[in-house]
């Protein structure tokens, strides 16, 4: 260890407590920004100059506030959980989620996903329209590209507004492709059109219960099938949906899938729940390893006319 790296190891430890303390009593919105540093990467969109800043200051120390969020968000009921959440997504230290997707789409590409929606495109034998929940920065309409599925019409919504700016300048010039900011059930009872297929890829799972059944009613009248791909626990099936604890931040849940969506109309025609499997090589852990991921083509009861 060098000397640098000794100073830097006392002064985070010096830190440490004032920071922990910090984070637990600093309001929501900054505690939701901080945490958000972990998904960034160095890479923040829009402020990575502030990043820098905030990072060289913490040093490690800025990989608890994601834990501490979380039991903050525990302590608190639905609703007000739910609007706290919101706020972690907002904030532009998460925008950076779907970068790899344009940095390494070969890798990204093997994704249940996306291979799904090209093998629908390849039997209909047209092109598709998609709606995307949690588009982010519009990664996954950029696999879809690099697979050679032609899209017809192209909605991403996402709740971070820096996100999105950033989809609508990397897709300005595809006059398929739309972006709108805003949170789910309300832009769904906006845009008034229906769409072949949703995408959803691990984007559910931040999703309360009560929250998620009121998203997937709308749902069974704007599309037709929907491809998923989110984690699960293997005790789930059955059950009320409960909180995962893999590690993420904000909260995340796990839901029978199969289930809540067959309430509404959808139901499995091809997939369903596999041992969880890593094909990106993300850090990973013990839990997560022992659980599922429920991945499958759900098709719509009411077949809408697009």
Known sequence: MNFRSIIREIIDSLLR????????LMPIKYLAYVAG???????????R????????????????????????????DPKRRRNASK?????????????SHFSNPEMRAKQFVYHE?????????????ILELGCVTGGSLHILRHLDVQVSRYLGIDISKS????????????STASFAVGDFTQVLGEIGEMYDVLLVNLTFLFLDE???????????DVVNIIVISEKELPNQSGKASQVGDWGNSPIDYSHDYER????????????????????????????????????????????LTI
């Open 17 to 24: 407590p004032i920071l922990l303390t910090s984070f637990r």
């Open 37 to 47: 540093l972990r998904y960034a990467n160095g890479n923040t969109l829009g402020s």
């Open 49 to 76: 100059s502030l990043y820098r800043v905030i990072t060289s200051i913490l040093g490690m120390n800025f990989v608890s506030a994601p834990e501490i969020l979380n039991q903050r968000l525990l302590k608190m």
């Open 87 to 99: 706020l972690v997504w907002q904030q532009d230290t998460t925008s950076a989620w779907s970068d």
């Open 117 to 129: 929606i090209k093998s629908l495109y390849e039997v209909l034998r047209r092109p598709l329209s």
């Open 163 to 174: 996100a999105i700016e950033v989809a609508k300048s990397r897709f300005s010039k595809d």
């Open 210 to 220: 009560e929250y998620l059944r009121q998203l997937v009613s709308k749902l069974s």
């Open 260 to 303: 809540i969506f067959a309430d509404y109309g959808f139901t499995v025609q091809k997939g369903g729940l596999v041992p969880f499997y890593n094909p990106m090589g993300l850090q990973s852990s013990k839990k997560l390893e022992t659980s599922m991921i429920f991945e499958a083509r759900l098709v719509n009861s009411k077949p």
